[in-house]
């Protein structure tokens, strides 16, 4: 798969340069930069600047373009085996998934289970850029139907917790726990909420119909791991 921008590709350079298949540049780099993809022993080819947006869809490569390893997707017996996941239901938008994906990584969360019928490989790539990379390193994976992956959990004994405006604001969290968000425009749907744990809630102090589901994992992960203290 494709990666672009100077930022993610330097990201991998440091983390993992094994997965870098070969580079394409668009512009002259400074030489320090120049010097590490050099190392590499990687392909390094000279493409003009239609053929680097033809590879980036149409978005801001900088001038650096990268074609990586993606990273396969685990079954859901593998992510079973993990001690938190998050799982995305109907989350569709490629910047609110790349930050739930760094914020997950940088929390250390096992793995996220993403509810969708598909995902694409342009979705996959824009992920991946907008993680900042750490979606190269968080284990994950793609399933269809939410109430298998609901009976899934129950049956390997994942508390599961539910985000809603309408919920408590702490609970008791088990050793093995999953964390359902829906997408900010329709959330989860009162039948799943029916089949889950709990429901946690972040209360506002002004008004406000909801957060960025993003910004919401972030403080909902921190708030069940500080539960389990």
């Not at 394409?24 to 000279?46: H, T």
């Not at 801001?60 to 990586?68: C, E, R, T, V």
């Not at 999953?178 to 909420?193: N, Q, T, Y």
Request: a positive charge; hydrophobic letters at 45%.
């Amino acid at each position: 798969m494709i990666i672009y921008g100077k930022q993610p590709i330097l990201y991998i350079l440091h983390t993992n340069a094994s997965c870098i298949e070969e580079i394409y540049l668009a512009k002259e780099l400074p030489k320090d930069i120049f010097k590490q993809l050099a190392r590499l022993d990687k392909p390094i080819k000279r493409v003009d600047m239609k053929k680097a947006q033809a590879l980036a869809h149409g978005g801001n490569h900088q001038g650096i373009l990268a074609s990586i390893i993606p990273p396969s997707p685990l079954s859901l017996n593998d992510l079973k085996s993990k001690d938190s996941l998050l799982v995305l239901y109907n989350v569709t938008d490629v910047g609110n998934i790349g930050s739930i994906f760094r914020t997950a990584y940088a929390l250390g969360v096992g793995g996220v289970v993403i509810c969708l019928s598909n995902l694409s490989q342009k979705a996959i790539e824009s992920i991946a850029r907008l993680s900042s990379g750490a979606f190269l390193h968080m284990p994950y994976g793609v399933f269809p139907h939410i109430f298998d992956i609901i009976n899934e959990l129950k049956n390997a004994d994942f508390m599961l917790i539910g985000a809603d405006m309408q919920g408590q604001e702490s609970c008791n969290v088990k050793k093995k726990w999953a964390l359902f968000l829906g997408s900010e425009s329709e959330g989860l749907s009162a039948r799943l909420k029916h089949k889950l744990d709990t429901i946690l809630s972040i209360k506002m102090e002004h008004h406000f119909d909801s957060l960025n589901v993003a910004v919401a994992t972030g403080i909902l992960i921190d708030r069940i791991k500080n539960a389990r203290k």
